[in-house]
Protein backbone atom coordinates (compact mmCIF):
# COMPACT_ATOMS: atom_id res chain seq x y z
CA UNK A 1 0.00 0.00 0.00
CA UNK A 2 1.14 3.47 -0.69
CA UNK A 3 0.18 7.67 0.13
CA UNK A 4 -1.49 8.67 -2.78
CA UNK A 5 -2.25 11.98 -4.04
CA UNK A 6 -5.38 12.71 -6.19
CA UNK A 7 -5.27 16.25 -8.46
CA UNK A 8 -8.35 16.73 -10.62
CA UNK A 9 -11.05 19.67 -10.95
CA UNK A 10 -13.81 17.31 -11.62
CA UNK A 11 -14.92 16.50 -8.43
CA UNK A 12 -16.85 13.58 -8.53
CA UNK A 13 -14.00 11.69 -10.81
CA UNK A 14 -11.90 12.94 -7.88
CA UNK A 15 -13.69 11.96 -5.02
CA UNK A 16 -14.48 8.84 -6.73
CA UNK A 17 -10.59 7.56 -7.01
CA UNK A 18 -9.65 8.53 -3.78
CA UNK A 19 -12.92 6.49 -2.24
CA UNK A 20 -12.16 3.91 -4.34
CA UNK A 21 -8.24 3.72 -3.58
CA UNK A 22 -8.76 4.54 0.39
CA UNK A 23 -11.09 1.46 -0.13
CA UNK A 24 -8.37 -0.60 -1.57
CA UNK A 25 -5.71 0.30 1.54
CA UNK A 26 -3.69 3.42 0.15
CA UNK A 27 -4.04 6.81 1.97
CA UNK A 28 -5.06 9.04 -0.55
CA UNK A 29 -4.96 12.95 0.04
CA UNK A 30 -7.02 15.14 -2.94
CA UNK A 31 -6.04 18.35 -4.29
CA UNK A 32 -8.88 20.36 -6.23
CA UNK A 33 -6.86 22.24 -8.60
CA UNK A 34 -3.02 22.49 -10.07
CA UNK A 35 -2.12 25.21 -7.24
CA UNK A 36 -3.56 23.13 -4.32
CA UNK A 37 -1.28 19.74 -5.96
CA UNK A 38 1.89 22.03 -5.72
CA UNK A 39 1.13 22.87 -2.14
CA UNK A 40 0.03 19.49 -0.91
CA UNK A 41 3.99 18.45 -2.78
CA UNK A 42 5.51 21.05 -0.51
CA UNK A 43 3.64 19.60 2.32
CA UNK A 44 4.39 16.38 2.70
CA UNK A 45 5.35 12.94 0.75
CA UNK A 46 4.01 10.98 -1.89
CA UNK A 47 4.25 7.51 -3.70
CA UNK A 48 2.45 7.96 -6.41
CA UNK A 49 0.47 11.31 -8.00
CA UNK A 50 -2.42 11.15 -10.12
CA UNK A 51 -2.99 15.12 -11.69
CA UNK A 52 -4.98 15.68 -14.48
CA UNK A 53 -3.72 17.66 -17.54
CA UNK A 54 -6.02 20.33 -17.53
CA UNK A 55 -6.69 22.49 -14.58
CA UNK A 56 -7.38 25.71 -13.55
CA UNK A 57 -4.54 27.69 -12.30
CA UNK A 58 -1.56 25.17 -12.75
CA UNK A 59 -1.83 22.37 -15.03
CA UNK A 60 -0.36 18.78 -14.39
CA UNK A 61 2.55 19.44 -16.37
CA UNK A 62 3.55 22.14 -13.69
CA UNK A 63 2.51 19.26 -11.32
CA UNK A 64 4.87 17.12 -13.23
CA UNK A 65 7.59 19.21 -12.77
CA UNK A 66 7.54 20.26 -9.61
CA UNK A 67 7.11 16.59 -8.35
CA UNK A 68 10.27 15.57 -10.52
CA UNK A 69 12.19 18.57 -8.29
CA UNK A 70 10.64 18.20 -5.00
CA UNK A 71 10.23 14.17 -5.03
CA UNK A 72 12.35 12.53 -7.57
CA UNK A 73 11.21 9.09 -6.19
CA UNK A 74 7.23 9.55 -6.39
CA UNK A 75 5.68 7.92 -9.74
CA UNK A 76 3.46 10.54 -11.32
CA UNK A 77 0.55 9.52 -13.63
CA UNK A 78 -1.04 12.10 -15.51
CA UNK A 79 -4.69 11.77 -16.82
CA UNK A 80 -6.32 13.17 -19.51
CA UNK A 81 -9.66 13.68 -21.80
CA UNK A 82 -8.05 15.70 -24.68
CA UNK A 83 -4.65 13.66 -24.99
CA UNK A 84 -2.23 14.13 -27.63
CA UNK A 85 0.80 12.33 -28.65
CA UNK A 86 3.36 15.39 -28.23
CA UNK A 87 1.77 15.91 -24.97
CA UNK A 88 2.06 11.89 -24.00
CA UNK A 89 5.64 12.48 -25.47
CA UNK A 90 6.44 15.70 -23.53
CA UNK A 91 5.36 14.06 -20.04
CA UNK A 92 7.29 10.87 -20.92
CA UNK A 93 10.40 12.85 -21.55
CA UNK A 94 9.91 15.24 -18.21
CA UNK A 95 9.66 11.75 -16.29
CA UNK A 96 5.93 10.68 -15.80
CA UNK A 97 5.32 7.35 -15.11
CA UNK A 98 2.38 6.73 -17.55
CA UNK A 99 -0.03 8.31 -19.41
CA UNK A 100 -3.60 7.77 -18.82
CA UNK A 101 -6.39 8.70 -21.53
CA UNK A 102 -9.96 9.37 -19.77
CA UNK A 103 -12.51 7.43 -19.61
CA UNK A 104 -10.94 5.04 -17.69
CA UNK A 105 -12.13 1.70 -15.55
CA UNK A 106 -10.71 2.21 -11.61
CA UNK A 107 -9.59 -1.23 -11.61
CA UNK A 108 -7.52 -0.45 -15.13
CA UNK A 109 -5.99 2.47 -12.22
CA UNK A 110 -5.84 0.42 -9.21
CA UNK A 111 -3.01 -1.51 -11.69
CA UNK A 112 -0.91 1.22 -12.74
CA UNK A 113 -1.11 2.37 -9.35
CA UNK A 114 0.24 -0.60 -8.07
CA UNK A 115 2.55 -1.20 -10.70
CA UNK A 116 4.04 2.48 -9.44
CA UNK A 117 4.69 1.27 -6.00
CA UNK A 118 6.57 -1.81 -6.87
CA UNK A 119 8.32 0.20 -9.16
CA UNK A 120 9.36 2.70 -7.10
CA UNK A 121 9.93 -0.17 -4.43
CA UNK A 122 12.54 -1.34 -6.66
CA UNK A 123 14.31 1.30 -7.25
CA UNK A 124 14.77 2.34 -3.91
CA UNK A 125 16.47 -1.21 -2.97
CA UNK A 126 18.09 -0.93 -5.86
CA UNK A 127 19.92 2.68 -5.30
CA UNK A 128 20.43 1.20 -1.73
CA UNK A 129 22.56 -2.16 -2.70
CA UNK A 130 24.40 0.21 -4.66
CA UNK A 131 25.49 2.54 -1.64
CA UNK A 132 25.59 -0.41 0.53
CA UNK A 133 27.89 -2.31 -2.19
CA UNK A 134 29.85 0.77 -2.86
CA UNK A 135 30.61 1.19 0.94
CA UNK A 136 31.81 -2.98 1.48
CA UNK A 137 34.10 -2.29 -1.70
CA UNK A 138 35.82 0.42 -0.53
CA UNK A 139 39.46 0.15 0.32
CA UNK A 140 39.04 1.93 3.67
CA UNK A 141 36.44 -0.37 4.53
CA UNK A 142 38.02 -3.58 3.81
CA UNK A 143 39.23 -5.29 7.24
CA UNK A 144 42.35 -5.83 7.90
CA UNK A 145 45.83 -4.03 8.26
CA UNK A 146 48.37 -7.05 7.77
CA UNK A 147 51.47 -6.58 5.49
CA UNK A 148 49.66 -9.49 3.47
CA UNK A 149 46.77 -7.51 2.48
CA UNK A 150 48.09 -4.28 2.19
CA UNK A 151 50.37 -5.59 -0.49
CA UNK A 152 47.16 -6.86 -2.10
CA UNK A 153 45.46 -4.34 -1.65
CA UNK A 154 48.39 -2.16 -3.53
CA UNK A 155 48.41 -4.43 -6.55
CA UNK A 156 44.14 -3.93 -6.32
CA UNK A 157 44.56 -0.35 -6.54
CA UNK A 158 46.41 -0.25 -9.49
CA UNK A 159 45.03 -2.60 -11.83
CA UNK A 160 41.58 -0.98 -11.07
CA UNK A 161 41.90 1.62 -13.34
CA UNK A 162 42.78 -0.32 -16.15
CA UNK A 163 40.62 -3.28 -18.10
CA UNK A 164 43.23 -5.76 -17.52
CA UNK A 165 42.03 -9.08 -17.01
CA UNK A 166 43.29 -10.27 -13.55
CA UNK A 167 43.27 -13.98 -12.20
CA UNK A 168 42.26 -14.22 -7.95
CA UNK A 169 44.64 -17.27 -6.44
CA UNK A 170 44.28 -18.59 -3.20
CA UNK A 171 42.50 -21.00 -0.57
CA UNK A 172 38.59 -21.41 -0.30
CA UNK A 173 37.57 -18.76 1.94
CA UNK A 174 40.31 -16.04 1.93
CA UNK A 175 37.80 -13.10 0.19
CA UNK A 176 38.89 -13.29 -3.35
CA UNK A 177 35.01 -12.73 -4.21
CA UNK A 178 35.76 -9.66 -1.90
CA UNK A 179 39.23 -8.41 -3.91
CA UNK A 180 37.01 -8.92 -7.21
CA UNK A 181 34.44 -6.80 -6.41
CA UNK A 182 36.62 -3.85 -5.35
CA UNK A 183 38.35 -4.00 -8.47
CA UNK A 184 35.02 -3.59 -10.31
CA UNK A 185 33.80 -0.81 -7.89
CA UNK A 186 36.63 1.38 -8.12
CA UNK A 187 37.21 1.33 -11.58
CA UNK A 188 35.77 3.49 -14.72
CA UNK A 189 33.55 0.45 -14.48
CA UNK A 190 31.59 0.86 -11.42
CA UNK A 191 28.43 3.00 -12.85
CA UNK A 192 27.86 -0.88 -14.25
CA UNK A 193 27.10 -4.22 -13.72
CA UNK A 194 29.29 -6.36 -11.47
CA UNK A 195 28.07 -10.22 -12.46
CA UNK A 196 29.22 -13.41 -10.90
CA UNK A 197 29.39 -16.67 -11.85
CA UNK A 198 30.41 -20.19 -9.69
CA UNK A 199 31.48 -22.30 -12.62
CA UNK A 200 31.67 -25.19 -9.81
CA UNK A 201 28.03 -24.95 -9.32
CA UNK A 202 26.83 -25.44 -12.30
CA UNK A 203 26.66 -28.68 -14.80
CA UNK A 204 28.59 -28.09 -18.28
CA UNK A 205 25.46 -27.33 -20.28
CA UNK A 206 23.90 -25.04 -17.76
CA UNK A 207 27.09 -23.20 -17.26
CA UNK A 208 27.33 -22.45 -21.04
CA UNK A 209 23.72 -21.36 -20.68
CA UNK A 210 24.17 -19.43 -18.05
CA UNK A 211 27.22 -17.33 -18.82
CA UNK A 212 25.94 -17.26 -23.06
CA UNK A 213 22.34 -17.50 -22.58
CA UNK A 214 20.26 -19.33 -25.13
CA UNK A 215 17.17 -19.09 -27.66
CA UNK A 216 13.72 -20.60 -27.31
CA UNK A 217 13.94 -24.21 -28.25
CA UNK A 218 17.84 -24.79 -28.23
CA UNK A 219 17.48 -27.59 -25.65
CA UNK A 220 14.63 -29.63 -23.88
CA UNK A 221 13.13 -26.90 -21.21
CA UNK A 222 14.18 -23.94 -23.15
CA UNK A 223 10.62 -22.27 -23.57
CA UNK A 224 12.03 -19.03 -23.89
CA UNK A 225 14.79 -16.82 -24.87
CA UNK A 226 17.49 -16.16 -22.46
CA UNK A 227 20.14 -13.42 -21.74
CA UNK A 228 23.63 -14.69 -20.91
CA UNK A 229 26.11 -13.02 -18.35
CA UNK A 230 28.29 -11.86 -20.32
CA UNK A 231 24.84 -9.79 -21.84
CA UNK A 232 24.08 -8.86 -18.67
CA UNK A 233 27.66 -7.52 -17.40
CA UNK A 234 27.79 -5.60 -21.11
CA UNK A 235 29.81 -2.44 -20.14
CA UNK A 236 30.74 -3.93 -16.82
CA UNK A 237 32.39 -6.71 -15.22
CA UNK A 238 32.16 -10.60 -14.96
CA UNK A 239 33.63 -12.24 -12.74
CA UNK A 240 34.23 -15.97 -12.83
CA UNK A 241 34.56 -17.89 -9.60
CA UNK A 242 36.31 -21.28 -9.40
CA UNK A 243 37.52 -21.22 -13.04
CA UNK A 244 39.89 -24.23 -12.98
CA UNK A 245 36.16 -26.25 -12.47
CA UNK A 246 35.46 -25.44 -16.16
CA UNK A 247 35.14 -27.98 -18.72
CA UNK A 248 37.73 -27.91 -21.66
CA UNK A 249 34.59 -26.75 -24.44
CA UNK A 250 33.43 -24.26 -22.45
CA UNK A 251 36.94 -22.52 -21.88
CA UNK A 252 37.23 -22.93 -25.51
CA UNK A 253 34.44 -20.59 -25.83
CA UNK A 254 35.62 -18.35 -23.16
CA UNK A 255 38.96 -17.82 -24.77
CA UNK A 256 37.04 -17.21 -28.08
CA UNK A 257 35.11 -13.94 -25.96
CA UNK A 258 38.24 -12.86 -24.52
CA UNK A 259 40.22 -12.77 -27.62
CA UNK A 260 37.33 -11.22 -29.98
CA UNK A 261 34.60 -10.03 -27.80
CA UNK A 262 31.49 -11.99 -29.59
CA UNK A 263 30.05 -14.92 -28.90
CA UNK A 264 26.58 -16.57 -29.69
CA UNK A 265 23.45 -17.71 -27.55
CA UNK A 266 22.97 -21.96 -26.90
CA UNK A 267 20.72 -22.24 -30.39
CA UNK A 268 21.50 -19.06 -31.97
CA UNK A 269 23.18 -18.40 -34.89
CA UNK A 270 23.19 -14.30 -34.30
CA UNK A 271 26.92 -13.28 -33.33
CA UNK A 272 26.66 -10.97 -30.36
CA UNK A 273 28.97 -8.45 -28.93
CA UNK A 274 30.15 -7.60 -25.52
CA UNK A 275 32.40 -5.37 -23.60
CA UNK A 276 33.11 -6.78 -20.55
CA UNK A 277 36.29 -7.22 -18.35
CA UNK A 278 36.92 -10.74 -16.99
CA UNK A 279 38.28 -11.31 -13.73
CA UNK A 280 38.86 -15.05 -12.44
CA UNK A 281 38.98 -16.41 -9.43
CA UNK A 282 40.17 -20.46 -8.42
CA UNK A 283 41.94 -22.40 -5.16
CA UNK A 284 43.35 -25.07 -7.49
CA UNK A 285 46.67 -25.08 -9.38
CA UNK A 286 46.30 -24.23 -12.71
CA UNK A 287 49.53 -24.47 -14.07
CA UNK A 288 50.06 -27.95 -12.77
CA UNK A 289 46.43 -28.46 -14.36
CA UNK A 290 47.89 -27.07 -17.39
CA UNK A 291 51.09 -29.31 -17.65
CA UNK A 292 48.61 -32.37 -16.95
CA UNK A 293 46.30 -30.98 -20.18
CA UNK A 294 42.84 -29.98 -17.86
CA UNK A 295 43.21 -26.75 -18.48
CA UNK A 296 43.81 -24.72 -21.82
CA UNK A 297 47.48 -22.97 -21.68
CA UNK A 298 46.22 -20.08 -24.22
CA UNK A 299 43.37 -19.57 -22.04
CA UNK A 300 45.41 -19.67 -18.86
CA UNK A 301 48.13 -16.82 -20.05
CA UNK A 302 44.77 -14.99 -21.29
CA UNK A 303 43.52 -14.90 -17.79
CA UNK A 304 47.19 -14.48 -15.72
CA UNK A 305 47.51 -11.07 -16.96
CA UNK A 306 47.78 -9.55 -13.60
CA UNK A 307 47.67 -12.38 -10.99
CA UNK A 308 47.04 -11.60 -6.93
CA UNK A 309 47.45 -14.11 -4.49
CA UNK A 310 44.82 -14.11 -1.25
CA UNK A 311 47.26 -14.53 1.76
CA UNK A 312 45.35 -17.60 3.43
CA UNK A 313 44.06 -16.27 7.23
CA UNK A 314 46.84 -18.51 9.09
CA UNK A 315 49.30 -15.85 7.31
CA UNK A 316 47.23 -12.60 8.47
CA UNK A 317 46.98 -13.10 12.20
CA UNK A 318 47.20 -9.68 12.73
CA UNK A 319 43.91 -9.28 11.16
CA UNK A 320 41.97 -11.93 12.88
CA UNK A 321 40.91 -9.37 15.79
CA UNK A 322 39.70 -7.22 13.79
CA UNK A 323 37.85 -9.30 11.84
CA UNK A 324 36.53 -11.33 14.68
CA UNK A 325 34.88 -7.59 16.10
CA UNK A 326 33.58 -6.97 12.50
CA UNK A 327 31.80 -10.12 12.50
CA UNK A 328 30.60 -9.94 15.79
CA UNK A 329 29.23 -6.81 15.73
CA UNK A 330 27.36 -7.50 12.66
CA UNK A 331 25.95 -10.71 14.14
CA UNK A 332 25.03 -8.83 17.31
CA UNK A 333 22.97 -6.42 15.20
CA UNK A 334 21.46 -9.31 13.38
CA UNK A 335 20.43 -11.44 15.92
CA UNK A 336 19.54 -8.33 18.72
CA UNK A 337 22.05 -9.37 21.16
CA UNK A 338 23.65 -7.12 23.49
CA UNK A 339 27.03 -8.50 23.13
CA UNK A 340 30.04 -6.13 23.04
CA UNK A 341 32.82 -7.97 22.16
CA UNK A 342 35.70 -10.52 22.74
CA UNK A 343 36.78 -12.08 26.27
CA UNK A 344 40.60 -11.92 26.71
CA UNK A 345 40.46 -15.88 26.57
CA UNK A 346 38.44 -16.21 23.60
CA UNK A 347 40.79 -13.76 21.82
CA UNK A 348 43.52 -15.56 22.76
CA UNK A 349 42.18 -18.81 21.33
CA UNK A 350 41.28 -16.86 18.16
CA UNK A 351 44.73 -16.04 17.66
CA UNK A 352 46.14 -19.82 18.43
CA UNK A 353 44.01 -21.47 16.29
CA UNK A 354 45.44 -22.17 12.37
CA UNK A 355 42.06 -21.47 10.56
CA UNK A 356 42.17 -23.81 7.92
CA UNK A 357 38.66 -22.51 6.27
CA UNK A 358 40.06 -19.30 6.29
CA UNK A 359 37.93 -15.94 6.98
CA UNK A 360 34.95 -17.85 6.21
CA UNK A 361 35.15 -20.48 8.96
CA UNK A 362 35.73 -17.56 11.28
CA UNK A 363 32.76 -15.60 10.04
CA UNK A 364 30.57 -18.76 11.30
CA UNK A 365 32.30 -19.13 13.95
CA UNK A 366 31.72 -15.87 15.33
CA UNK A 367 28.15 -16.09 14.50
CA UNK A 368 27.33 -19.45 16.21
CA UNK A 369 29.37 -17.87 19.12
CA UNK A 370 27.03 -14.45 19.53
CA UNK A 371 24.11 -17.14 18.99
CA UNK A 372 25.12 -19.44 21.59
CA UNK A 373 26.76 -16.11 24.02
CA UNK A 374 24.68 -15.56 27.54
CA UNK A 375 26.88 -12.88 28.37
CA UNK A 376 28.38 -9.45 27.82
CA UNK A 377 31.12 -10.76 25.69
CA UNK A 378 31.83 -13.98 23.95
CA UNK A 379 33.67 -16.20 25.81
CA UNK A 380 36.61 -18.86 24.53
CA UNK A 381 33.79 -21.95 25.57
CA UNK A 382 31.54 -19.74 23.04
CA UNK A 383 33.98 -19.90 20.44
CA UNK A 384 34.60 -24.13 20.71
CA UNK A 385 36.95 -24.35 18.17
CA UNK A 386 39.26 -27.38 17.45
CA UNK A 387 38.45 -29.32 21.28
CA UNK A 388 40.67 -32.62 20.53
CA UNK A 389 39.23 -35.58 22.06
CA UNK A 390 41.64 -37.19 24.80
CA UNK A 391 39.33 -40.23 24.94
CA UNK A 392 37.79 -42.76 23.41
CA UNK A 393 34.45 -40.94 21.31
CA UNK A 394 31.41 -40.94 23.85
CA UNK A 395 28.10 -41.94 21.93
CA UNK A 396 26.68 -38.64 20.72
CA UNK A 397 30.10 -37.86 18.99
CA UNK A 398 31.16 -35.04 20.92
CA UNK A 399 34.86 -34.26 21.94
CA UNK A 400 35.89 -35.09 25.38
CA UNK A 401 38.85 -32.86 26.73
CA UNK A 402 39.55 -34.74 30.03
CA UNK A 403 41.62 -38.23 30.62
CA UNK A 404 38.88 -40.59 32.46
CA UNK A 405 39.42 -42.09 35.52
CA UNK A 406 40.24 -45.63 34.06
CA UNK A 407 42.78 -44.09 31.94
CA UNK A 408 43.06 -44.32 28.17
CA UNK A 409 46.37 -45.33 26.25
CA UNK A 410 48.71 -42.49 25.11
CA UNK A 411 48.59 -43.71 21.37
CA UNK A 412 44.57 -43.89 21.44
CA UNK A 413 44.93 -39.69 22.43
CA UNK A 414 47.15 -39.41 19.88
CA UNK A 415 44.81 -40.92 17.28
CA UNK A 416 41.96 -39.03 18.71
CA UNK A 417 43.69 -35.75 17.81
CA UNK A 418 44.65 -36.68 14.03
CA UNK A 419 41.06 -37.73 13.21
CA UNK A 420 40.06 -34.24 14.85
CA UNK A 421 42.67 -32.42 13.44
CA UNK A 422 41.75 -33.96 10.30
CA UNK A 423 37.63 -33.55 10.45
CA UNK A 424 39.02 -29.69 10.93
CA UNK A 425 41.28 -29.26 7.97
CA UNK A 426 38.84 -30.75 5.96
CA UNK A 427 40.65 -34.28 5.69
CA UNK A 428 43.38 -32.25 4.06
CA UNK A 429 46.17 -34.23 5.48
CA UNK A 430 49.25 -30.76 5.05
CA UNK A 431 46.39 -28.62 6.84
CA UNK A 432 45.91 -31.14 9.71
CA UNK A 433 49.17 -31.68 10.20
CA UNK A 434 49.80 -27.68 10.15
CA UNK A 435 47.36 -27.70 13.54
CA UNK A 436 49.20 -30.17 15.11
CA UNK A 437 52.48 -28.56 14.16
CA UNK A 438 54.29 -31.71 12.50
CA UNK A 439 55.20 -32.27 8.79
CA UNK A 440 52.83 -33.93 6.17
CA UNK A 441 55.79 -36.26 6.21
CA UNK A 442 55.13 -37.60 9.61
CA UNK A 443 51.33 -37.10 9.58
CA UNK A 444 51.14 -39.69 6.79
CA UNK A 445 53.20 -41.98 8.83
CA UNK A 446 50.74 -41.87 12.02
CA UNK A 447 47.51 -42.56 10.17
CA UNK A 448 49.03 -45.24 8.41
CA UNK A 449 50.43 -46.64 11.26
CA UNK A 450 47.32 -46.13 13.62
CA UNK A 451 45.03 -47.70 11.25
CA UNK A 452 42.83 -44.34 10.75
CA UNK A 453 40.62 -44.38 7.63
CA UNK A 454 39.95 -41.57 5.38
CA UNK A 455 36.62 -40.72 3.59
CA UNK A 456 36.33 -41.73 -0.15
CA UNK A 457 35.05 -38.67 -1.11
CA UNK A 458 35.83 -35.33 0.78
CA UNK A 459 33.65 -32.36 1.02
CA UNK A 460 34.01 -29.62 -1.92
CA UNK A 461 33.83 -26.04 -0.95
CA UNK A 462 31.00 -24.30 -3.29
CA UNK A 463 31.76 -20.59 -3.63
CA UNK A 464 34.00 -18.07 -2.05
CA UNK A 465 33.13 -15.14 0.63
CA UNK A 466 34.54 -12.45 2.18
Same mark, same amino acid.
Request: aromatic content about 6%; glycine content about 8%; some cysteine.
Given at each position: ??????????????????????????????????????????????????????????????????????????????????????????????????? +????? =???????? !??? @? &?? $???? #??????????????????????????????????????????? +????? =???????? !??? @? &?? $???? #??????????????????????????????????????????????????????????????????????????????????????????????????????????????????????????????????????????????????????????????????????????????????????????????????????????????????????????????????????????????????????????????????????????????????????
Amino acid at each position: MGRILVADDHDSLRRGLTRALADAGHDVDEAPNGLAAIEKLHEGQFDVILSDVRMGGADGMDVLRTARALQPNAAVILMTAFGSINTAVEAMRIGAFDF +VQKPF =EIEEMEVK !IEK @A &IE $HRRL #RHEIEYLRHTQQDIYDFNRIVGASGALTSVLEIVRKVARSNTT +VLIRG =ETGTGKEL !IAG @A &IH $HNSH #RSGRNFVKVNCAALQENLLESELFGHEKGAFTGADKQRVGRFEQADGGTLFLDEIGDMSPNTQAKILRVLQEHEFERLGGTRTLRSDVRVITATNRNLPQMVANGQFREDLYYRLNVVSIEMPPLRERKDDVGALATFFLRRFASELKKRVDGLSPDALKLLMRYNWPGNIRELENSIERAVLLSDGSQVTSSDLRLGELSTSAPSSDGSPVVKIPPTGIALEEIERQALIEALKMSNWVQKDAAELLSISPRVMNYKIKTLNIELPRRRMQPTSDVA
